[in-house]
Protein backbone atom coordinates (compact mmCIF):
# COMPACT_ATOMS: atom_id res chain seq x y z
CA UNK A 1 0.00 0.00 0.00
CA UNK A 2 0.96 4.06 -0.08
CA UNK A 3 1.88 5.26 2.87
CA UNK A 4 1.96 9.20 3.81
CA UNK A 5 4.31 10.35 5.91
CA UNK A 6 4.02 13.16 7.25
CA UNK A 7 6.11 15.74 9.66
CA UNK A 8 8.26 18.54 10.56
CA UNK A 9 10.48 19.86 7.71
CA UNK A 10 13.24 20.77 10.62
CA UNK A 11 13.81 18.24 12.90
CA UNK A 12 16.11 17.25 15.66
CA UNK A 13 18.16 14.22 15.04
CA UNK A 14 16.30 11.79 17.17
CA UNK A 15 13.55 12.69 15.61
CA UNK A 16 15.06 12.42 11.87
CA UNK A 17 16.30 8.60 13.14
CA UNK A 18 12.58 7.44 14.04
CA UNK A 19 11.28 8.60 10.63
CA UNK A 20 14.78 7.30 8.52
CA UNK A 21 13.37 3.89 10.43
CA UNK A 22 9.75 4.40 9.51
CA UNK A 23 10.58 4.60 6.47
CA UNK A 24 12.99 1.65 6.16
CA UNK A 25 10.35 -0.56 7.75
CA UNK A 26 7.75 0.54 5.40
CA UNK A 27 9.94 -0.25 2.54
CA UNK A 28 10.62 -3.88 3.80
CA UNK A 29 7.19 -4.25 4.25
CA UNK A 30 6.74 -3.96 0.76
CA UNK A 31 4.89 -0.01 1.24
CA UNK A 32 5.53 2.91 -1.10
CA UNK A 33 6.14 6.23 0.88
CA UNK A 34 4.12 9.39 -0.05
CA UNK A 35 5.49 12.63 1.70
CA UNK A 36 6.20 16.40 0.92
CA UNK A 37 9.25 16.09 -0.71
CA UNK A 38 11.27 18.64 0.72
CA UNK A 39 13.41 18.33 4.12
CA UNK A 40 13.17 16.89 7.85
CA UNK A 41 11.16 14.20 8.13
CA UNK A 42 9.93 13.71 4.68
CA UNK A 43 13.74 13.69 3.44
CA UNK A 44 14.50 10.92 6.36
CA UNK A 45 11.58 8.71 5.42
CA UNK A 46 12.71 8.34 1.64
CA UNK A 47 16.53 7.99 2.84
CA UNK A 48 15.07 5.01 4.96
CA UNK A 49 12.88 4.11 2.32
CA UNK A 50 15.53 3.84 -0.43
CA UNK A 51 18.12 2.40 1.82
CA UNK A 52 15.84 -0.79 1.62
CA UNK A 53 15.07 -0.61 -1.64
CA UNK A 54 11.63 1.16 -1.80
CA UNK A 55 9.79 3.53 -3.82
CA UNK A 56 9.17 7.21 -2.91
CA UNK A 57 6.64 9.90 -4.34
CA UNK A 58 7.01 13.30 -3.57
CA UNK A 59 3.79 15.68 -3.33
CA UNK A 60 5.62 19.26 -3.49
CA UNK A 61 4.18 22.64 -2.74
CA UNK A 62 5.98 24.41 -5.58
CA UNK A 63 6.09 24.04 -9.46
CA UNK A 64 9.53 23.13 -9.69
CA UNK A 65 9.50 18.99 -9.51
CA UNK A 66 13.90 19.77 -8.45
CA UNK A 67 12.86 20.86 -5.75
CA UNK A 68 12.60 17.80 -4.37
CA UNK A 69 14.53 15.87 -2.16
CA UNK A 70 17.48 13.51 -3.35
CA UNK A 71 15.56 10.61 -2.35
CA UNK A 72 12.45 10.68 -3.90
CA UNK A 73 11.87 8.81 -7.17
CA UNK A 74 8.40 10.48 -8.19
CA UNK A 75 8.10 14.07 -7.47
CA UNK A 76 4.75 15.50 -7.66
CA UNK A 77 4.88 19.40 -8.91
CA UNK A 78 1.65 21.25 -7.05
CA UNK A 79 1.77 24.92 -6.84
CA UNK A 80 -0.35 24.78 -4.21
CA UNK A 81 1.82 25.83 -1.22
CA UNK A 82 0.86 24.17 2.17
CA UNK A 83 -2.80 23.62 -0.04
CA UNK A 84 -0.77 20.36 -1.08
CA UNK A 85 -0.85 19.12 2.42
CA UNK A 86 -4.71 17.65 1.37
CA UNK A 87 -2.84 15.99 -1.78
CA UNK A 88 -0.42 14.37 0.80
CA UNK A 89 -2.83 12.77 3.00
CA UNK A 90 -5.16 11.53 0.18
CA UNK A 91 -2.62 9.65 -1.34
CA UNK A 92 -1.74 7.66 1.00
CA UNK A 93 -3.74 4.51 2.09
CA UNK A 94 -3.10 5.36 5.52
CA UNK A 95 -1.01 8.39 7.27
CA UNK A 96 2.24 8.20 9.42
CA UNK A 97 2.58 11.77 11.48
CA UNK A 98 5.89 12.12 13.19
CA UNK A 99 6.42 15.09 15.12
CA UNK A 100 5.62 18.57 13.11
CA UNK A 101 3.65 21.39 13.68
CA UNK A 102 0.63 23.32 12.21
CA UNK A 103 1.42 21.61 8.74
CA UNK A 104 1.40 18.21 10.13
CA UNK A 105 -1.37 19.04 12.38
CA UNK A 106 -3.32 20.12 8.88
CA UNK A 107 -2.21 16.60 7.28
CA UNK A 108 -3.87 14.87 10.28
CA UNK A 109 -7.09 16.67 9.94
CA UNK A 110 -7.35 15.84 6.02
CA UNK A 111 -6.42 12.35 6.88
CA UNK A 112 -9.65 11.97 9.11
CA UNK A 113 -11.56 14.09 6.73
CA UNK A 114 -10.65 11.37 3.97
CA UNK A 115 -11.23 8.32 5.98
CA UNK A 116 -7.37 7.50 6.58
CA UNK A 117 -6.11 5.35 9.37
CA UNK A 118 -3.57 7.85 10.88
CA UNK A 119 -0.63 6.75 13.63
CA UNK A 120 1.35 9.50 15.91
CA UNK A 121 5.18 9.18 16.78
CA UNK A 122 5.92 12.15 19.26
CA UNK A 123 3.16 14.41 17.46
CA UNK A 124 0.03 16.21 17.80
CA UNK A 125 -2.10 15.80 20.56
CA UNK A 126 -5.37 14.96 19.12
CA UNK A 127 -7.77 13.70 22.09
CA UNK A 128 -10.21 11.50 20.51
CA UNK A 129 -9.82 11.94 16.61
CA UNK A 130 -11.14 8.89 15.35
CA UNK A 131 -9.09 6.83 13.35
CA UNK A 132 -6.03 7.96 15.06
CA UNK A 133 -3.86 6.13 17.05
CA UNK A 134 -0.96 6.83 19.75
CA UNK A 135 2.19 5.11 19.15
CA UNK A 136 5.62 4.66 20.63
CA UNK A 137 7.71 3.35 17.68
CA UNK A 138 7.96 2.89 13.52
CA UNK A 139 7.26 -0.37 14.60
CA UNK A 140 3.67 -0.15 16.15
CA UNK A 141 2.46 2.63 13.48
CA UNK A 142 3.41 0.42 10.59
CA UNK A 143 1.30 -2.63 12.30
CA UNK A 144 -1.61 -0.16 13.45
CA UNK A 145 -2.00 1.39 9.88
CA UNK A 146 -1.40 -2.53 7.85
CA UNK A 147 -3.89 -3.98 10.59
CA UNK A 148 -6.71 -0.52 9.97
CA UNK A 149 -6.17 -0.69 5.76
Known sequence: MRVSVVGGSVVPDPVEA???DLGRLLA?????VVC????GVMKAACRGAKDAGGTTIGVLPGEDREDAN???DIPIATGLGHA???LVAMNGDAVIAVDGGGG???EIGYANVF???TAGIRTQQVGSL???EPCDSPEAAVAFVEDAV
Open 36 to 39: GGLG
Open 70 to 72: SYV
Open 104 to 106: TLS
Open 84 to 86: RNA
Open 130 to 132: EGF
Open 18 to 20: IAE
Open 115 to 117: DRP
Open 28 to 32: QRGHT
